[in-house]
């Protein structure tokens, strides 16, 4: 049985569908796939211009064409207090210590994604609420025990 199984996993999910590479390929021909790139890149730029205001003075890190930066955290912030606080607010954000392997020491910072607000004015009063917790200096607001 195991050798009939895999033998129909590979028909059924090894090849593209062949309407997806048609379209593909059609699109790669005609420009449109050249096209919609220079697309997502503008909305990336845009998008990182609004990241450079509305973080302004802020420690962070990225890419021109990136859809996401990394957000170091001034004292007395850690990663996973400043995302709780955020998500209390309304935003997520997501804390160094979700891309951390093995005990290393992590970083105060939080990973921020730009592409996932459906708009910009969307974005851009998500990175408002940031920048405010990044002055109002609360902290984690967590009890240590």
């Not at 919609?36 to 962070?60: C, S, W």
């Not at 170091?72 to 979700?98: H, N, S």
């Not at 891309?99 to 408002?128: D, E, I, K, M």
Request: charge should be positive.
């Amino acid at each position: 049985m195991v050798a009939r199984l895999a033998a129909s996993l590979r028909a059924t999910t090894w090849a593209v569908a062949p309407l997806m590479a048609a379209v593909a390929s059609t699109w790669i021909r005609d420009g449109t796939a050249d096209a919609l790139v220079a697309a997502r890149r503008q909305e990336a730029r845009e998008r990182q211009a609004i990241a450079r205001d509305r973080l302004a003075g802020a420690d962070f890190e990225t890419k021109p064409e990136a859809y996401y930066l990394w957000l170091r955290l001034p004292e007395p912030w850690r990663g996973d207090g400043f995302a709780a606080e955020a998500r209390a607010r309304g935003v997520l954000v997501t804390p160094a210590e979700a891309f951390a392997v093995g005990r290393a020491p992590v970083p105060h910072a939080v990973r921020l994604c730009l592409g996932a607000a459906r708009t910009r004015a969307a974005l851009s009063r998500g990175l408002g609420t940031v920048a405010g917790l990044l002055r109002s200096g609360e902290g984690s607001g967590a009890a240590v025990v």
